[in-house]
């Protein structure tokens, strides 16, 4: 399959099967933003229960946070965001579009019309979203929309650190929204101006730094592959010198082969003292770690794994996504539409299928039904074949299809269908929780 046609495959599965919608369709869509419809968010809310679950359930050393959106504008300037955060702007002369200089083709033709030789003196544009706080919108009422999650934590540093009593080294993570005034936000939900970030600072002695940053890129990039992301379609690739943030002592991305090629899927990054330092500074407040082991005062050095929650339900939904052959209820073959999801991320766990709408086996699939949805996200399908429902169900990448039939009358059994497989196996009613908790616990 062609690159650009899986994209386009997806993009559509998306939209048919309710995982993605255009905002504000119905005015005509707003450029570069998108609403998660029903199965969307169930795959959202497992991709961020996972990133959860490793970073902060499975550990000791990690706490959580939930920083507000709107903060003292005094913390962007310290942060360096009102003064640096910005993208190299051109225009074209030709067609008018806007475009950052730095994603340019190499040919120096416009992406949008083709024309050589056109575009305008490169301008600093600045991407942090500016609003006002209060009745009245004047210079002492400004406020910016937060552009990363993580200045939440390191202005909060001194009180986690003090509540939670934890000794370093130790984590701070948080999920939640963030803004960027995008030049050119595409690619679907690749890039845009509205997106959902998942960050952790973990603050360490400053020696200590160097090796939790190469320990953070080996679990982060571990952390894909344990969900089903092949190893062939990621690679960590350090940053060059001349890529480093103003902050950075060192970064690496963890990229991922989207089909118009190799990407940014997660950033990791040694940040050195320089948050802390610089919050420090303009606050007036003390942010150092007194080590009684040691008997010293230092400011601790931070490494920053940041992965935008969007962004990597993208990777897994491309990751995801294959075409085979089954056979149909006559036993020809015909073309199928798989999402191959680990389970743990699937946004139904299991679908309840009863065999036909006939009365007799409608209480049963309603006992089934409720037997599963206090443990499982489930779906209901009674409509149209078994064939056709196998199929639907395996588009929106389901597991497990559970057929209740009325053999299931006399033996009190169902049949548990595999999505990948289509294996099936006969299982007992009592037995069906603990069957699929099984299934489920890749």
């Known amino acids: 399959m062609a690159k650009q046609d899986l994209m386009d495959r997806v993009v559509n599965l998306c ?17 570069s933003t998108w609403d998660y419809g029903p199965l969307g968010v169930l795959l959202k809310r497992n991709v961020k229960d996972q990133w959860w679950r490793s ?10 946070l ?67 706080v209060g009745p009245v919108e004047d210079d002492a009422s400004v406020a910016y929309l937060r552009p990363e999650t993580a200045q939440g934590i390191f ?18 993570a948080q999920i939640g929204k963030s803004f960027r005034n995008e030049i050119t936000p595409g690619n679907f939900i690749f890039r845009t101006r509205e997106f959902e970030q998942m960050e952790m600072e973990f603050f ?10 190469e ?35 060192g970064t690496s991305d963890v990229e991922f082969e989207y089909p118009w090629g190799w990407g940014e899927l997660e950033g990791i990054a040694n940040r050195g003292d320089f948050d802390l330092a610089q919050h420090a500074k303009f606050s007036g407040e003390e942010l150092v770690y007194f080590d009684q082991e040691s008997d010293r005062r230092y400011v601790p050095h931070v490494i920053e794994p940041a992965l935008g929650a969007d962004r990597a339900l993208l990777a897994f939904l491309l990751a995801a996504y ?59 399908d009674a409509a149209g074949s078994i064939g056709r429902r196998y199929r639907r169900q395996d588009e929106i990448g389901t597991p497990a299809c559970v057929t209740v039939d009325f053999e299931t009358l006399d033996d009190r ?20 929780v603990a069957y699929l908790q099984e299934r489920m616990a890749a």
């Not at 360490?204 to 940053?213: A, G, K, N, Q």
């Not at 006559?330 to 299928?353: N, S």
């Open 215 to 249: 320990y953070w890129c080996q679990e982060r990039l571990r952390w894909f592959t344990d969900l089903g992301v092949p190893e062939s379609k990621l690679r960590l690739r350090p940053h060059d010198t001349e890529e480093l943030s103003h902050y950075s002592q």
């Open 413 to 432: 059994a169902v049949t548990v269908r595999d999505r990948d497989s289509m294996k099936q196996d006969r299982v007992s009613i009592d037995a069906l």
């Open 66 to 132: 939930d920083a507000a959106i709107l903060m003292a504008p005094k913390v962007w300037e310290a942060s360096g965001h009102l003064a640096t955060f910005t993208d190299p702007l051109v225009d074209c002369r030709n067609c008018k579009e806007r475009f950052r200089a730095d994603h340019l083709p190499e040919s120096g033709a416009c992406p949008n019309c083709g024309a050589k030789d056109s575009f305008t003196e490169a301008r600093q544009f600045h991407l942090m979203f500016k609003t006002f």
């Open 322 to 380: 294959d075409e085979d052959e089954a056979p149909d209820e006559k036993g020809k073959l015909e073309k199928r539409t798989v999402l191959r999801f680990d389970p743990r991320l699937a946004p139904i766990k299991a679908a309840v299928l009863p065999l036909s709408k006939q009365e007799k086996l409608v209480p049963v699939a309603r006992e089934v039904a409720g037997l599963l949805r206090p443990h499982f996200q489930i779906d209901v």
């Open 15 to 31: 939209k048919r099967r309710g995982f993605i919608f255009p905002s504000s369709e119905i005015y005509g869509g707003f450029r």
């Open 204 to 213: 360490v002695p400053p020696e200590d730094s160097p090796r939790w940053y």
């Open 55 to 64: 970073m902060v359930q499975l550990r000791d050393d990690i706490v959580g």
């Open 155 to 172: 202005v909060n540093y001194a009180n986690v650190q003090t509540t939670s009593r934890r000794k370093l080294p130790f984590g701070v």
